[in-house]
Protein backbone atom coordinates (compact mmCIF):
# COMPACT_ATOMS: atom_id res chain seq x y z
CA UNK A 1 0.00 0.00 0.00
CA UNK A 2 0.98 3.34 -0.78
CA UNK A 3 2.11 6.00 1.98
CA UNK A 4 -0.49 8.42 2.34
CA UNK A 5 0.43 11.83 3.73
CA UNK A 6 -2.69 13.70 4.29
CA UNK A 7 -6.33 13.72 4.08
CA UNK A 8 -6.25 15.62 0.62
CA UNK A 9 -4.18 13.52 -1.00
CA UNK A 10 -6.47 10.72 0.14
CA UNK A 11 -9.33 12.00 -1.24
CA UNK A 12 -7.72 12.48 -4.86
CA UNK A 13 -6.91 9.10 -5.04
CA UNK A 14 -10.66 7.82 -4.69
CA UNK A 15 -11.55 10.90 -6.83
CA UNK A 16 -9.43 9.63 -9.29
CA UNK A 17 -10.52 6.24 -9.32
CA UNK A 18 -13.98 6.55 -9.39
CA UNK A 19 -13.58 9.35 -12.94
CA UNK A 20 -11.31 6.47 -14.46
CA UNK A 21 -14.19 4.32 -13.25
CA UNK A 22 -16.77 6.18 -14.99
CA UNK A 23 -18.72 5.77 -11.12
CA UNK A 24 -21.65 8.34 -11.59
CA UNK A 25 -25.53 7.25 -10.65
CA UNK A 26 -26.36 4.19 -11.70
CA UNK A 27 -22.52 3.25 -12.20
CA UNK A 28 -21.28 2.62 -8.50
CA UNK A 29 -18.13 0.82 -7.68
CA UNK A 30 -17.78 -1.30 -5.11
CA UNK A 31 -16.25 -0.05 -1.86
CA UNK A 32 -13.76 -3.13 -1.63
CA UNK A 33 -12.64 -2.11 -5.36
CA UNK A 34 -12.47 1.02 -4.58
CA UNK A 35 -9.70 0.45 -1.82
CA UNK A 36 -8.22 -1.59 -3.76
CA UNK A 37 -7.71 0.71 -6.87
CA UNK A 38 -6.99 3.23 -4.36
CA UNK A 39 -4.06 1.90 -2.90
CA UNK A 40 -4.85 3.66 0.49
CA UNK A 41 -4.62 1.84 3.99
CA UNK A 42 -7.91 1.47 5.55
CA UNK A 43 -7.08 4.29 8.07
CA UNK A 44 -6.56 6.61 4.93
CA UNK A 45 -9.43 5.53 2.97
CA UNK A 46 -12.05 5.52 5.69
CA UNK A 47 -10.59 9.33 6.91
CA UNK A 48 -10.91 10.14 3.06
CA UNK A 49 -14.10 8.50 2.29
CA UNK A 50 -15.84 10.18 4.96
CA UNK A 51 -14.87 13.74 4.32
CA UNK A 52 -15.82 13.20 0.37
CA UNK A 53 -19.36 11.90 1.55
CA UNK A 54 -19.83 14.72 4.15
CA UNK A 55 -18.69 17.33 1.77
CA UNK A 56 -20.83 16.10 -0.73
CA UNK A 57 -18.55 14.91 -3.77
CA UNK A 58 -19.29 11.53 -3.62
CA UNK A 59 -22.40 9.54 -2.64
CA UNK A 60 -23.01 5.68 -1.74
CA UNK A 61 -24.95 3.06 0.61
CA UNK A 62 -23.61 1.40 3.90
CA UNK A 63 -22.28 -2.03 3.94
CA UNK A 64 -18.76 -1.85 4.75
CA UNK A 65 -16.89 -3.06 2.36
CA UNK A 66 -20.20 -4.41 0.33
CA UNK A 67 -20.98 -0.48 -0.28
CA UNK A 68 -20.70 1.00 -3.03
CA UNK A 69 -19.33 4.51 -3.92
CA UNK A 70 -20.16 7.05 -7.09
CA UNK A 71 -19.12 10.59 -8.22
CA UNK A 72 -21.96 13.23 -7.75
CA UNK A 73 -21.59 16.20 -10.23
CA UNK A 74 -19.89 18.74 -7.60
CA UNK A 75 -17.15 15.66 -7.17
CA UNK A 76 -16.75 15.45 -10.38
CA UNK A 77 -16.58 19.53 -10.81
CA UNK A 78 -13.73 19.44 -8.07
CA UNK A 79 -11.79 16.68 -9.68
CA UNK A 80 -11.78 18.88 -12.73
CA UNK A 81 -10.94 21.92 -11.08
CA UNK A 82 -7.79 19.79 -9.23
CA UNK A 83 -6.01 18.43 -12.06
CA UNK A 84 -6.82 20.46 -14.63
CA UNK A 85 -5.78 24.22 -13.47
CA UNK A 86 -3.54 23.28 -10.24
CA UNK A 87 -2.32 19.76 -10.98
CA UNK A 88 -0.23 20.34 -8.37
CA UNK A 89 -2.92 22.17 -6.18
CA UNK A 90 -4.55 19.47 -3.12
CA UNK A 91 -7.88 18.99 -3.28
CA UNK A 92 -8.70 20.72 0.11
CA UNK A 93 -7.53 23.95 -1.22
CA UNK A 94 -8.96 23.88 -4.45
CA UNK A 95 -12.42 22.84 -2.67
CA UNK A 96 -11.95 26.11 -0.32
CA UNK A 97 -11.42 28.21 -3.63
CA UNK A 98 -14.12 27.01 -4.95
CA UNK A 99 -16.04 27.71 -1.86
CA UNK A 100 -14.87 31.04 -1.83
CA UNK A 101 -16.07 31.80 -5.63
CA UNK A 102 -19.15 30.51 -4.86
CA UNK A 103 -19.96 32.73 -2.07
CA UNK A 104 -18.64 36.06 -4.21
CA UNK A 105 -21.30 35.34 -6.68
Given at each position: ??Q??NI?Q???K????L ?5 V???AI ?14 G ?5 T ?6 Y???T ?14 VE??QAT?A?H??T??H??H?N?H?S????
Amino acid sequence: MAQETNIAQCASKILDVLIEGGAVAGYAIKVEDLIAASELSDSGFDRADTYLLQAGYIDGTMGGRNGVRWLTPAGVELHQATKASHPSTDIHATHLNLHKSLKRQ
